[in-house]
């Protein structure tokens, strides 16, 4: 006798599921470690199940990452409403500190999500997109702290805010690559939104030195 038609409800649910136990394999042994049939072991069913809610193992990683970006997105809205209420350096401070934590804790997760495409990669437009958002968020939050005197006003927001990507990027994948320490990132790290401030606010490191850290 065939099963009765799965509700919407269950077909939600049964995907949440499988996107959480992609979510665990992904941060303990990276993408390539997402297979259907591992997936399908964990949570006890055929592994033809999950045919059924995705197509196949790229889908579930792709829908992987679009949840994750979900949840980004949502937390800027929230973080724009604080930077105009007259946090814009604390919001872009933690934001910054949201894919540190992400590139220290779940360095694979930080990769999938967020580390750029090679030229042939079929996920580069996604990316590209992703990132012109990151830029776009970063934006409004460096235009609002011009706005409110806490950041140097007459340059563009938006070459600001693709500087200060360009000063984050390079510590953050070094450190989801593997290639520093934890110490070493967090010297490093420190020095950098240091210098961010710095030059938000339109203040050169020569006219105001910074303090000395020897990196372990």
Same mark, same amino acid.
């Given at each position: ?72 997105? *949502?937390?800027? =809205?929230? %973080?724009?409403?604080?930077?105009? +209420?007259?946090? @814009? #350096?604390? $919001? !872009? ?53 011009? *706005?409110?005197? =806490?950041? %140097?006003?007459?340059?563009?927001? +938006?070459?600001? @805010? #693709?500087? $200060? !990507? ?51």
């Amino acid at each position: 006798m065939p099963r009765p038609p799965r509700s919407p409800e269950q077909v939600a649910m049964m995907r949440q599921k499988i996107l959480d136990v992609a979510h665990s394999l992904v941060h303990e042994g990276g993408p390539e470690s997402v297979t259907i049939r591992r997936i399908a072991g964990i949570l006890g069913v055929s592994h033809m199940t999950l045919y059924n809610y995705f197509p196949s193992r790229q889908s579930i990683l792709d829908a992987l990452r679009e949840r994750e970006m979900a949840r980004i997105v *949502e937390r800027r =809205q929230e %973080a724009l409403e604080r930077a105009r +209420a007259g946090q @814009a #350096l604390e $919001v !872009l401070q933690e934001n910054l500190n949201c894919y540190a934590n992400m590139a220290r804790r779940q360095p694979a997760f930080y990769r999938l999500i967020l580390t750029p495409a090679a030229h042939d990669d079929p996920r580069r437009q996604e990316l590209q997109r992703r990132f012109q958002d990151q830029v776009s968020h970063l934006t409004q939050v460096i235009q609002i702290g011009m *706005e409110q005197g =806490q950041f %140097a006003p007459g340059s563009d927001p +938006a070459k600001a @805010a #693709l500087v $200060v !990507l360009a000063m984050t990027n390079g510590p953050l994948a070094y450190l989801a690559g593997g290639l520093i320490s934890d110490e070493q990132f967090a010297a490093i790290w420190q020095i950098t939104l240091r210098l961010i401030t710095l030059y938000l606010r339109g203040v050169t490191a020569n006219e105001r030195p910074l303090e000395s850290i020897a990196l372990p």
